[in-house]
């Protein structure tokens, strides 16, 4: 057990439609980290938050948002949802902000599936 | 779209046996970075190798770095039944503030 939390574990939904998925980053991490796993795509980083702030932006849709809130939980929004967009989203968090050197820890992931 | 290739993108062996898993990734990196990933998990990191550095070990692993090549290695030593997961090498480009992530390598070690 990491010790970071998502929910839900899995979503299931329509196009068009929106979601939130929700992270909870270890204690005293600051940053989390959201990364999208599909099979066509592979494993890819859509955005890191530090303390609050959007500190790092990767390969995320501009139908995608995210957030870090005061108490350091992190929620991704996805809007206007494709089925391209079923995969497997996952969170992770590390002390600092250092994206390349910090150790990430990996919650469970969250499955939506977009029917 | 991926900057990192595994190879084999599967890999079947006994216990005890040794694996060994290639990376290879195309723009130059400050440091590339291995995980493990069991089926429907999250991803662990196993270990870290930065540009400057040409070998590093951890336990079982030994991970070895070839800039010029633009490629990685990983060796796990003595396997497990425990080690048969999903093997992703992460390269960090120093060119923007990114991580790209390889296909994967399945390994399955077979008691």
């Known amino acids: 057990d990491s010790g970071v939390t998502q929910t839900p574990k899995h979503l299931i939904t329509a196009t068009g439609q929106r979601v939130t998925l929700r992270c909870s980053p270890r204690?005293?991490?600051?940053?989390v980290y959201w990364y999208q796993q599909s099979l066509d795509q592979g494993l890819q980083f859509l955005i890191q938050y530090y303390n609050g702030e959007e500190r790092a932006k990767g390969n995320i849709l501009e139908r995608f948002s995210a957030q870090q809130f005061p108490d350091l939980h992190s929620e991704l929004n996805l809007s206007s949802l494709e089925l391209g967009d079923s995969a497997l989203y996952f969170c992770?968090?590390?002390?600092?902000?250092?994206?390349?050197?910090?150790?990430?820890?990996f919650g469970p992931g969250t499955r939506l599936t977009v029917l | 779209s991926q900057q990192g290739e595994e190879d084999p993108q599967a890999l079947s062996i006994q216990e005890g046996e040794n694996a060994t898993m290639n990376c290879s990734y195309k723009?130059?990196?400050?440091?590339l970075q291995w995980y493990r990933q069991n089926s429907g998990r999250g991803l662990v990191h196993l270990i870290l190798i930065r540009s400057n550095e040409r070998e590093k070990h951890s336990g079982r692993l030994r991970v070895t770095l070839d800039t010029s090549k633009k490629s990685s290695s990983l060796l796990i030593t003595a396997s497990r039944a425990a080690d048969t997961a999903s093997y992703f090498c992460?390269?960090?480009?120093?060119?923007?503030?990114?991580?790209?992530f390889g296909t994967g390598t399945s390994l399955t070690v077979i008691p």
């Open positions: 992770a968090s590390s002390v600092g902000s250092a994206f390349s050197t910090d150790t990430q820890y």
């Open positions: 992460a390269a960090f480009s120093n060119t923007g503030n990114q991580f790209y």
């Open positions: 723009t130059s990196i400050n440091n």
């Open positions: 204690s005293g991490d600051l940053s």
